[in-house]
């Protein structure tokens, strides 16, 4: 209603923000120049970004001109968690949650930076990020299946048969994407298939039922941090860790069971990224075959948590389960037995992180250590 | 290999024989000539249809040539059931479930007379017949969420994470296809949306979660007769009841407690139908009005639903669901008591027309009382 961003002679201009604009923050972990971001400029430029760097911390990365940034690197995360930081992975885009936890948004949209806009099948440029807040901003539905997809779309409702009680829904925590091209197989699956590539546009989203786990991937994924924020943790991979790649797997598992408990949806599907370049099978069965073969055990041990009924926030539900981790699963590793430790620091950093009240170490966040916001 | 097929002096044709020809049947309830099937020829010429005809069984209905048929009315079905006709329905689709009791077949495909072939996205007629047996002819994998939708269709996979001990998936029992132009809407729903049309063609098939309930629709529905058939009752509906519109949600909430016990799975997605023409929406409501209101304590009823360990058959399960289901649902109606009784019915009548050896009864059902089969 404000003329405000009409200039001075003309019609005045209704502005039209983009969603949620103060209220998200982009996630993306990397280990070189965000050149990337040259694709994304139309729909990522409004919004602050959170750039977690990962390897060395004296390299320069480099981001293009007009973004509004933060940047941490190995040593900024030491020096603000000091030895809580021993639950931040370091050479492993799991470190990219150490974003999640100094966001002092409600919203967080993650995206790995081999990650480029899709196209429609109309051939119109994807704003992966807009659909991603509609899918947060609506409802889910995961305590009986609409065999129309997700209700609330435009053209679309519940069915014949659909329980009437049931059309509220419940608050959206997760909003899982897709990627055409390169899709995201596991090494062995890459190794057989080297040259499958996904090019079906699915135009779909829909609520994952209750009780139903999933593969969430970390490379297309926006959340609702104040839901499910503290859940998020993509666990302890890569350097001295004897497993990669688990890292979006495990986080999805426990926030799964913790959205479940608390009467939460995830959603699947919409939005596509065009994911460019494969990661090599051959480094990718190193850092999995230990995963491949665990998570046998892994996910009978989620389909089977229980939280107790006094779990009634996020970060109860997340010790409980970090108890039941090493209860259940350290008798197959003493892996188990590290993370399970590493997801009680995790909850004790992200508290401390975010508190209500302001703490020296949370203000001390709100500086960006070594990235310059540049202007819009 | 054969080249029976080719004529004399050409060169010899390898015939391809439409899938599952000789073992499939499509059931079709209705109480008008069946001009619709001509559009279908090209995809149903080759198989068997069984009709039902519901209402005046007095009535002539027409079947274009060329289809090889048999037909039952009211009459037919009370010859054959002797009292244990009361079990099927009449004066309501729900009728047609008694195709599938006569069907000697081990698939059925069942659709409605109002509805047609639908094009896919390039303008292709969708052959939603081989679309089902191709979802029926591969598995399921209803224990755990694959974001890719369909892992055993051509160009997909599964993903990352997919734990490779459940890659096997189980024996598909039922293929739940969907609707374009008209959506399967309750009468609530078309009152408040009478213009809304489902225009979007989602490219996928995906498997219901174990543990999820989902409201199937009898319209375009196949399944494996073997696997599932006895539990494919369609209900009391109809003339004399106090319900309509139910019959294919009550088979599905039925059908999918019994497959999750058993290990089985249902799929749904594509393929498409278009269907032509919504139903009156204040008859609907005369007939769903209890079910609106009854649904509300039905459903949390099949979500509770434990079968017992011994229950290895179908048979089994659905006698063992009859009792719960007069314990917990008829306090709600006395309907429920009557229903459960006509389970029981059901099965009974089930048992004797498809025993292993060849009983009197079976046998003079498979002579088509009212209908010539046509030469093709």
């Not at 099978?281 to 850092?287: A, G």
């Not at 948590?305 to 039941?324: G, I």
Request: glycine letters at 6%; charged letters at 20%.
């Amino acid at each position: 209603m404000s003329a405000a961003h009409g200039r001075q002679g003309e019609v005045p201009v209704v502005p039209v923000s983009p969603p949620l604009k103060d209220e998200l923050d982009i996630v993306i972990p990397t280990i070189r120049n965000l050149d990337f971001l040259e694709m994304w400029r139309p729909f990522f430029q409004p919004y602050h970004l959170i750039i977690v760097q990962d390897g060395d911390p004296s390299k320069t990365i480099r981001v293009p001109e007009g973004f509004d940034y933060e940047l941490y690197n190995r040593n900024d995360i030491n020096r603000i968690l000091g030895p809580k930081a021993s639950c931040i992975s370091f050479k492993d885009s799991a470190c990219r949650c150490f974003g999640y936890m100094v966001s002092k948004k409600k919203y967080i949209y993650t995206i790995d930076d081999d990650c480029f806009v899709a196209k429609d099948p109309s051939g119109k440029d994807i704003n992966a990020l807009a659909q991603h807040i509609q899918s947060l901003l609506s409802p889910s539905t995961p305590h009986f299946f609409n065999t129309l997809y997700d209700p609330y779309r435009e053209g679309a409702d519940f069915v014949r048969g659909y329980p009437f009680s049931m059309r509220e829904g419940v608050p959206t925590a997760v909003s899982h994407g897709l990627w055409l091209n390169i899709p995201d197989y596991d090494a062995p699956t890459q190794l057989v298939k080297p040259l499958e590539r996904n090019t079906r546009y699915v135009d779909a989203v829909l609520t994952i039922p209750k009780g139903t786990l999933f593969p969430m991937c970390g490379m297309n994924l926006a959340f609702n941090r104040d839901l499910i924020g503290a859940a998020m943790y993509f666990g302890l991979m890569g350097d001295g860790q004897p497993i990669g790649r688990y890292d979006d797997m495990w986080a999805g598992w426990c926030c799964k069971v913790i959205c479940d408990h608390l009467g939460l949806g995830v959603k699947t599907g919409l939005p596509y990224i065009f994911h460019s370049k494969a990661s090599n099978p051959f480094v990718n069965l190193r850092k999995e075959y230990k995963g491949i073969y665990w998570q046998e055990d892994i996910i009978p041990f989620f389909q089977s948590v229980a939280l107790p009924k006094d779990c009634t926030t996020v970060q109860r539900c997340y010790l409980e389960l970090s108890k039941l981790v090493k209860e259940k699963l350290g008798p197959i590793d003493p892996y188990f037995l590290k993370l399970a430790e590493a997801m009680v620091t995790w909850i004790e950093a992200w508290d401390e992180l975010n508190t209500p009240k302001s703490s020296p170490e949370s203000a001390a966040v709100s500086k960006a250590p070594n990235g310059t916001p540049a202007k819009k």
